[in-house]
T-cell receptor
Framework: DTEVTQTPKHLVMGMTNKKSLKCEQHMGHRAMYWYKQKAKKPPELMFVYSYEKLSINESVPSRFSPECPNSSLLNLHLHALQPEDSALYLC????????????????FGNGTRLTVT | QKEVEQNSGPLSVPEGAIASLNCTYSDRGSQSFFWYRQYSGKSPELIMSIYSNGDKEDGRFTAQLNKASQYVSLLIRDSQPSDSATYLCAGWDNDYKLSFGAGTTVTVRA
């Protein structure tokens, strides 16, 4: 069982809908991530939160809006998505990485399979 | 150039054989590398972490790190059909992002 929990597991939404993906971790990690993964491709980084502050935004379109309410929770708000946004959305957490020392791995949730119609 | 390169194409091995997967990286300062296993439609699952030169064994899996040659490898001994999955190599890059290789799909033939 994963210690990073994502809900919902599946989501189908129209292009005019607003929905949110949720992620919760109880590993004591202070870095949390959103990744997008298309079929037969590696995960693609979208956002990184470090100590509840947005530290990396990989030029993601504004129709994706992340939020980190506290150290255990991470949300991804979705609005006016396009069919090409259909993908597996992965949340992950880790200890905060830093230069000059060994860094811990990412621990992934089970993902949300998103279909935009 | 990507930080982590995983160029090996699909790999098909008979049950009981050794599967060998390879990965190279570009940043000599990188110290931490990971192998994830991903079943079709599922999320990546961490199977090995390696930080030091040499070999690290965990059950049927052995990870190898060679910092001089900048490569990381994973050996799966006594391959089982349940090992059929995509294996992703990953390493931290200069910008505190985990860089993933393209993945190697392994099929174990019964």
């Amino acid at each position: 069982d994963t210690e990073v929990t994502q809900t919902p597991k599946h989501l189908v939404m129209g292009m005019t809908n607003k929905k949110s993906l949720k992620c919760e971790q109880h590993m004591g990690h202070r870095a949390m991530y959103w990744y997008k993964q298309k079929a037969k491709k590696p995960p693609e980084l979208m956002f990184v939160y470090s100590y509840e502050k947005l530290s990396i935004n990989e030029s993601v379109p504004s129709r994706f809006s992340p939020e980190c309410p506290n150290s255990s929770l991470l949300n991804l708000h979705l609005h006016a998505l396009q069919p090409e946004d259909s993908a597996l959305y992965l949340c992950a957490s880790s200890q905060v990485p830093g230069r000059g020392h060994q860094n811990s791995p990412l621990h992934f949730g089970n993902g949300t399979r998103l279909t935009v119609t | 150039q990507k930080e982590v390169e995983q160029n090996s194409g699909p790999l098909s091995v008979p049950e009981g054989a050794i599967a060998s997967l390879n990965c190279t990286y570009s940043d000599r300062g990188s110290q931490s590398f990971f192998w994830y296993r991903q079943y079709s439609g599922k999320s990546p699952e961490l199977i090995m972490s390696i930080y030091s030169n040499g070999d690290k064994e965990d059950g049927r899996f052995t990870a190898q790190l060679n910092k001089a040659s900048q490569y990381v490898s994973l050996l799966i001994r006594d391959s089982q059909p349940s090992d059929s999955a995509t294996y992703l190599c990953a390493g931290w890059d200069n910008d505190y992002k985990l860089s993933f290789g393209a993945g190697t799909t392994v099929t174990v033939r019964a």
